[in-house]
C-alpha cells in the first residue's frame, strides 16, 4: 500500500476530498462528496445518470429539482477502476434513474461496480464486487471479493457477503467494528503521503 | 498455493485442559525440552477449536479473562426478516415458524432474492375466453428471481395481490390450483360420500377411479383430517368393530387410549377421552380414502421415464430440497418428484440479534439494541480493548551483500534462512502494560523451525487519551510515530534485548525464525494440508496496574486511593508467519 504516487496525482479539495486526476468523474454537478473520500484514478463515477421522473412529492419546489445522483459520505475510499452507476428501473412507464447514496466509511475495492439504492455506514466491499440495482447494503457489512450481488436484495447489517448470488456467510464479531474505520487508510494517499505505518 | 497474510490467533481459557498441555498425547511429541513443559500444539487438532482471532473474543470485566464464541451463553433479543428488516416477535415465532410471513423469498434454484413483478396478461384471444372474462382486464403478479431469471410462473403460481405474498403463497398449490380449506374439505367429503354411498369400499373405489384419472389426489392435510375424523368417531363408538386385536388390550396399536394418547401429542389434548370408554374394545383400521388411509403408489415407472429424459440439472440437490418449508398443501410424500420443476418460493430464515453472558459470572458482557435499525451496542466488553493486538510484519535487513530486496506479504519463506519478523504490540488500555513473551526454541510439529524472540519482555506506555489521538491527524508529521524513527529501516541493528522501536502506545520487537526444511525423509508421510505454514505458538503474560476502586466503585468504604492493584492475564496465542518454500 505505500506505492507512493508521482507528484500532483490527486486533486485535494477544501473539504479533503482526494481525487485522482485520472479518474472519471461524469456529471460532476450531481456527485455529492461529503468529504475526506479519496477517489483512486481510473475509478468512473456516473452523475449524469440523473432521475428523470421527479417523484410526485417534490414537483411543488419547481425551483431546485433535486438532482444528486450519487452522494457519498465522509472517509470513503473508491479504489482503482472501480464504478459507480446510479441504478435505474421502470417508474410508472417511463424509464429513470435513481439516486445511489453511500454512507461514511465505505470502502469499494478495485474493480468493483456498484449499483446499489444506498449503502450505509463502515461497509466494505472487496475487490471484483458487482452490487446488482437497488440492493440495499446497510451498516457494518463486508463483502469479499468476487461478490454478486443481485438487483434489488436487501443486506442487514453485520453480514458477511460472499458466493455468486451473495448469501450471507458470516457474521461480523463484535470487535471487529472498528476495522471498518477508514481514517487511517485516508491518511496513507494522496500527493505527500506520510511513510507506511509500522 | 495462495498466499498467507500473517496472522495472529489467540486462544480461549475454556480450553483450558488443551492449554495446560496434552501430556499423554504421543501423536505430535511437542520439541521443548526441560523449562517449557507444556507448550501449546497449535496444530493440535483441539487446537481448531480455541484459537480465535482477536476480533472474536470478548472479554469478562468482573473474571478479568478472555472470552470466546465457544464458551458465552447467549440470548436471543430480536428476531427478524434479513430482507425486509421487520421485527418477528417471539409470540409469532410459535404460530408461524420462522421464516418470514410477509413478501420476503428466496429463489429455489440459486437462493436470489425474488421480487414481486406484475405479469403483463397478453391480450385474450376471444375463442378461449368467455366474453366477461375478456372485459375484466386482470393483473396478477409473479416471483421472479433478479439473478437466474426464475418465475413462480414456471411452476403455475401467480398472485392476485402485490403484497401478503406469503399467504397466498400458503393457499396456492404448484401449478395453481388452490389448497383446500378446512370447509371446502368438509363440502368435499361430503359429496364423496354421497356419490359413493355409506359403504367404505366403494367409497375406495370412487377414490381410486380418482387417482386414475389424475383428478383429486389427497394431499396431506386431507388425509391427515380424514383420518383424525375417522379416529373420532372410532372412539365415539369404539363398540362398532371388533377385529380380533381386543386380546391385546391397552397395548395394541389398535386400542382407544393408545390412540387418543398419541393424538395428545399433535393436538395438545383436545382429543383426549376422559378414560370411560376406553376399556371397550379395539377399533378397526381405516379401510377407504375418506378414512385417511393412503395407498402407496408403487408404480413409479413414470417418474423413472421422466428422470430419464431430464438433465442431471433439472433434479433438485439434497441442499434445494432441505431448504424447502414443509408444504402440507401438496399431495403425500410418497412419490414425490425431485424435480427443480417441483421446488417452491422460499421464505427467509429470520436472522436474530443476540446478547452474550459470561459463562462464569454470568453477567452479560455484549448486548445490542433490541430495534433491528441500530447498529449500537449497550454493552459491548470486546476483548480488543483489553488485551494488545499483535501484528505482524516480514523485515529484511540488508545482508552481508548488499542491501536486501524489499520484504513482499505472502512471499515464500526460504528453508533454513534466517528471517526476520517485527511484532508490534498496541496496548489499548489506560495503564502502561508490561508483557513478558514465552516461545518454546522450535515450533511443534514434524518440521521443527527454529524460533528467537529477540526481546521478550518489555513495557509498553498507556493508550493516552482520544484527544491526543484527535491533534495527531491535524499534526501528522510530527506525530510521535515517526518521531523515533531516525532514520530508514536499514540502519537499524537487530539487538538481543532491545526493542526494535517505540511508539505512543505501542513496540515492536524483532523475533527471528529459520524455517525447518520441508525436504521428506524416506518412509516420511506426504506433506499434509498446511503443514508448510511457519506457526508460533507463543505464550504471552501483561501485567498492569490498576487504582484500587477506580473501575470498581462498590468495593466498599474503607479503600485506599493510592493503593494499586496488580493485575495479570497470560494466554496461548499462534503467530501464522508465512509458508515455508518446497523443495
Ligand atoms: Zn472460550
Ligand atoms: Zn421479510
Ligand atoms: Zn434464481
Ligand atoms: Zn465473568
Known amino acids: 500500500m505505500s506505492r507512493r504516487p508521482p507528484r500532483g496525482e490527486y486533486i485535494e479539495t477544501d473539504t479533503g476530498n482526494k481525487v485522482a486526476r485520472k479518474a472519471t468523474l461524469v456529471g460532476t454537478q450531481n456527485i455529492m462528496l461529503g468529504g475526506k473520500t479519496v477517489i483512486q484514478p481510473e475509478v468512473m463515477i456516473r452523475g449524469d445518470l440523473i432521475r428523470s421522473i421527479q417523484s410526485s412529492s417534490s414537483s411543488s419546489s419547481s425551483a431546485t429539482p433535486n438532482n444528486t445522483a450519487v452522494a457519498i459520505g465522509r472517509y470513503c475510499f473508491l479504489s482503482r477502476a472501480s464504478c459507480l452507476r446510479p441504478p435505474g428501473r421502470l417508474y410508472k412507464g417511463a424509464f429513470t434513474y435513481m439516486p445511489l447514496r453511500i454512507g461514511d466509511h465505505v470502502f469499494v475495492g478495485p474493480s468493483s461496480v456498484i449499483q446499489a439504492a444506498s449503502i450505509g455506514n463502515h461497509v466494505h466491499i472487496g475487490a471484483r464486487v458487482v452490487v446488482g440495482e437497488f440492493a440495499i447494503i446497510k451498516d457494518y457489512v463486508r463483502v469479499l471479493d468476487e461478490t454478486v450481488i443481485p438487483p434489488n436484495m436487501v443486506i442487514p447489517s453485520f453480514s458477511i457477503v460472499a458466493g455468486q448470488p451473495a448469501r450471507v456467510i458470516g457474521e461480523v464479531p463484535e470487535g471487529g467494528h472498528e476495522a471498518f474505520e477508514l481514517r487511517e487508510l485516508y491518511k496513507t494517499v494522496g500527493n505527500n503521503p506520510p511513510p507506511a505505518a509500522a | ?583
Open chain 2, 1 to 583: 498455493m495462495a498466499p498467507l497474510n500473517p496472522y495472529t490467533y489467540i486462544q480461549c481459557p475454556c480450553s483450558d485442559s488443551a492449554s495446560l498441555g496434552r501430556p499423554t498425547d504421543l501423536t505430535s511429541p511437542t520439541s521443548a525440552d526441560g523449562d517449557e513443559d507444556n507448550t501449546f500444539d497449535p496444530r493440535a487438532p483441539r487446537a481448531n477449536f480455541s484459537l480465535y482471532p482477536l476480533e472474536y473474543l470478548l472479554y469478562c470485566e468482573d473474571c478479568h479473562q478472555i472470552r470466546c464464541p465457544r464458551c458465552i451463553a447467549e440470548e436471543i433479543a430480536t428476531y427478524y426478516c434479513p430482507s425486509c428488516l421487520f421485527e418477528v416477535p417471539s409470540s409469532n415465532l410459535k404460530s408461524e415458524g420462522n421464516r418470514c410471513t410477509r413478501s420476503c423469498f428466496q429463489c429455489p434454484i440459486c437462493i436470489g432474492p425474488l421480487s414481486v413483478t406484475s405479469i403483463e396478461t397478453p391480450p385474450p384471444s376471444s375463442t378461449l375466453l368467455s366474453p366477461d372474462h375478456a372485459a375484466t382486464p386482470h393483473s396478477t403478479y409473479s416471483l421472479i428471481c433478479s439473478y437466474c431469471n426464475w418465475s413462480s410462473t414456471e411452476i403455475g403460481i401467480q398472485f392476485d395481490k402485490p403484497n401478503g405474498i406469503h399467504a397466498q403463497l400458503a393457499k396456492l398449490r404448484n401449478g395453481g390450483a388452490s389448497r383446500l380449506t378446512a370447509k371446502e374439505r368438509k363440502e368435499r367429503r361430503k359429496e364423496l360420500s354421497h356419490r359413493g354411498g355409506e359403504a367404505a369400499v366403494a367409497a375406495a373405489a370412487a377414490v381410486a377411479a380418482n387417482e386414475s384419472s389424475g383428478g383429486q389426489d389427497v394431499d396431506l392435510e386431507t388425509q391427515f383430517a380424514n383420518l383424525k375424523l375417522f379416529c373420532n368417531s372410532q372412539l365415539a363408538d369404539p363398540s362398532a368393530a371388533d377385529n380380533g386385536f381386543s386380546s391385546l388390550g391397552d397395548l395394541g396399536f389398535s386400542s382407544p387410549s393408545s390412540l387418543s394418547r398419541i393424538m395428545n401429542l399433535y393436538t395438545g389434548g383436545k382429543l383426549h377421552d376422559p378414560r370411560a370408554k376406553s376399556k371397550l374394545g379395539a377399533m378397526r383400521e381405516a379401510l377407504a380414502a375418506d378414512e385417511g388411509l393412503l395407498e402407496s403408489n408403487l408404480n413409479e415407472s413414470s417418474l423413472i421415464t421422466r428422470l430419464h429424459q431430464s438433465d442431471f440439472l433439472d433434479t433438485a440437490s439434497s441442499t434445494q430440497i432441505c431448504s424447502q418449508p414443509p408444504n402440507l398443501g401438496e399431495p403425500h410424500l410418497h412419490g414425490a418428484s425431485r424435480f427443480n420443476s417441483s421446488l417452491r418460493p422460499v421464505p427467509y430464515l429470520l436472522r436474530t440479534k443476540r446478547s452474550k453472558r459470561c459463562p462464569v459470572c454470568r453477567h452479560i458482557i455484549s448486548k445490542p439494541e433490541a430495534k433491528v435499525q441500530t447498529t449500537r451496542f449497550r454493552i459491548r466488553l470486546v476483548a480488543g480493548s483489553y488485551i494488545p493486538s499483535i501484528s505482524i510484519r516480514r523485515l529484511n535487513l540488508p545482508g552481508p551483500n548488499g542491501p536486501a530486496a524489499p520484504a513482499i506479504l505472502g512471499d515464500l519463506l526460504d528453508p533454513l534462512k534466517p528471517v526476520h519478523f517485527l511484532l508490534t504490540f498496541k496496548n489499548p488500555i489506560f495503564e502502561s502494560l508490561k508483557v513478558t513473551l514465552g516461545a518454546p526454541a522450535t515450533t511443534p510439529g514434524r518440521f521443527p523451525s527454529k524460533v528467537t524472540v529477540l526481546c521478550p519482555q518489555f513495557d509498553i506506555d498507556a493508550n493516552t487519551d482520544v484527544w491526543d489521538e484527535a491533534l495527531k491527524d491535524n499534526d501528522r508529521e510530527s506525530s510521535s510515530r515517526s518521531r523515533r524513527r531516525a532514520g530508514t529501516e536499514s540502519q537499524f541493528q537487530v539487538e538481543v534485548g532491545k526493542i526494535w522501536e517505540r511508539g505512543r502506545n505501542w513496540v515492536s520487537i524483532v523475533v527471528e525464525v529459520v524455517p525447518a526444511s520441508l525436504k521428506l525423509e524416506a518412509g516420511q508421510d506426504v506433506l499434509k494440508e498446511d503443514e508448510d505454514v511457519l506457526e508460533i505458538p507463543m505464550f504471552v503474560r501483561i501485567e498492569w496496574e490498576v487504582e484500587n476502586g477506580g473501575d470498581d466503585a462498590t468495593s466498599g468504604p474503607g479503600r485506599d486511593k493510592d493503593q494499586k492493584e496488580k493485575r495479570e492475564l497470560a494466554y496461548w496465542c499462534v503467530l501464522g508467519l508465512g509458508r515455508i518454500k518446497q523443495g
